[in-house]
């Protein structure tokens, strides 16, 4: 479409045409199958864009108003003859209209482009019930609990005694969520080099940890040493695919 369509759309759409030029419009869309196809795209898109990006395009359309205004203020107080029709010419319309394909590929990437936030959904901490009487546990637990993370590294902190595996693997999630990844990766490798049952559970972490830092090529590696039998196995399968 060239970009008289693309302002016709929009003085449609915005209820900006005369009445001939509205019903020249709609005789168009009656007898002119793909200008019919063409508006009805766009019209969809366009109400898509504002439910999904609400305060974003309207925001983007003022800018684009106001950068118009500055840039523009011949062309704008201009008329574009064709036909014997008189249209306004309003570059911010198309401009708009240029940017809704561009918004439409960054939505859609967005949607498939994994982020951490997509898997931290972490266990429930209950590594008092066999501590009891520790006060430093039972705040980590229940810093941790309550997704207060920076609370529970610093009651992790006091811990000095770490055999727990238990303990090491929800002190490395607090240390993620925290971004400190270096301290939680040693902790994870001393999981993974072990034979408790956190052993591919810290494998996993250790991928999402990679995930959080944008480093997706560690994260791919990572995620294809989990085994088949692993509980993280079919997420980790997952992951790999949308990377």
């Not at 007898?31 to 983007?60: G, M, R």
């Not at 993974?192 to 590696?221: F, I, M, N, P």
Request: hydrophobic fraction near 35%; proline fraction near 2%; aromatic fraction near 14%.
């Amino acid at each position: 479409m060239n970009e008289e369509t693309y302002i016709r759309f929009e003085n449609y759409l915005a209820n900006e045409l005369s009445s001939e030029e509205k019903t020249l419009f709609e005789e168009q869309l009656q007898n002119d199958a793909q200008f019919n196809e063409s508006f009805s795209l766009y019209k969809e898109t366009t109400q898509f864009l504002e439910h999904k990006f609400s305060n974003e395009t309207l925001d983007f359309k003022e800018n684009l108003k106001a950068i118009s205004n500055q840039h523009f203020e011949t062309l704008s107080s201009s008329k574009t003859q064709k036909k014997g029709k008189v249209i306004a010419f309003k570059p911010w319309y198309y401009a708009v209209a240029a940017s809704v394909v561009v918004f439409m590929g960054m939505w859609f990437m967005m949607q498939n482009d994994p982020n951490y936030s997509d898997y931290n959904q972490h266990d429930t901490a209950l590594f008092m019930e066999r501590s009891v009487g520790d006060n430093n546990l039972k705040e980590a637990q229940e810093a941790f609990n309550t997704k207060d993370y920076k609370k529970a590294v610093t009651a992790f902190d006091k811990i000095t005694d770490f055999r727990d595996p238990e303990l090491q693997l929800f002190y490395a999630i607090s240390l993620i969520e925290t971004n400190n990844y270096t301290k939680a990766q040693l902790f994870l490798d001393q999981l993974r080099q072990g034979h408790s049952v956190y052993k591919h559970k810290a494998t996993w972490y250790l991928a999402l940890s990679y995930l959080k830092q944008d480093k997706k090529e560690e994260c791919k590696s990572t995620l294809k040493e989990i085994p088949t039998d692993a509980e993280d196995f079919e997420k980790a399968q997952e992951l790999l695919n949308k990377l």
